[in-house]
Every structure is written in C-alpha cells, then in structure tokens.
C-alpha cells in the first residue's frame, strides 16, 4: 500500500513560479513510475509529467513542456513538479499518481493517487 501527498499550491501570478511535492508512505523507488495530472474544473484529468522508476526516462505534455520539469528522489520517497512561467491555463487540482506500467499518460493505469494541491493563477 502507498499513501501520496501533496503539497506546495498555491495562489500565483502569471509567469510565477511554484514547486510541488508529492511524498510517499511507502517505497516507490523500485515499483513504480511517479506522474502528475491536473483537472480543472469541468474538465477530465489530463496528464501533465511523468517519470520512469530509476529517474531517467521523462515525459512531458505538449502544453507544459520547456516549462515544467519533474523530478524524484528515491531515497527520500519524493516526488517533484518544477512549475515556471505559470499560466491563467495552468489552473487546476494537481494530483501525484503512482503506477507499475511505465512512464504512462494513461491515467487508468495508476493505482495510486494523492488528494490533490490546487494552483490558481488568475486572468
């Protein structure tokens, strides 16, 4: 069983930044790959990074690559989404997802998720 939390949203301005974190209970490292998605309201979940398990395989969304770099240490079960020049489209619920099939953008294939940091950047 792995328990992800989230933190590190927030209220910001157009071209800010932010760092979110994603803390595991249990071991990630070896098991599974760590992504992010966001939802906004009225819209579905959409992939925005992922991370393969040892790190070193990436995969970004189109509308956030060049802006957004995610990151993981396993030694401290952590998760991170380097967020810059934010955006008003940016805005939404970010959720940390664990899953055992690879760097995937499918967000049925994650088994895990956190209960989400909101980031608002206002028009």
């Known amino acids: 069983q792995v328990q992800l939390v989230e933190s590190g949203g927030g209220l910001v301005q157009t071209g800010d930044s932010l760092r979110l974190s994603c803390a595991a209970s249990g071991r990630i490292a070896s098991t599974y790959a760590m992504g992010w998605f966001r939802q906004a309201p009225g819209k579905e979940r959409e992939f925005v990074a992922v991370?393969?398990?040892?790190?070193?395989?990436?995969d970004y969304a189109d509308s956030v690559k060049g802006r957004f770099t995610i990151s993981r240490d396993n030694a401290k079960n952590t998760v991170s989404l380097e967020m810059n020049d934010l955006k008003y489209e940016d805005t939404a619920t970010y959720y940390c997802?664990?899953?055992?099939?690879?760097?995937?953008?499918?967000?049925?294939?994650?088994?895990?998720w956190g209960q989400g940091t909101q980031v608002t950047v206002p028009s």
């Open positions: 991370i393969s398990r040892d790190g070193y395989t990436k």
């Open positions: 997802g664990a899953t055992r099939y690879g760097t995937s953008r499918n967000s049925q294939s994650y088994t895990y």
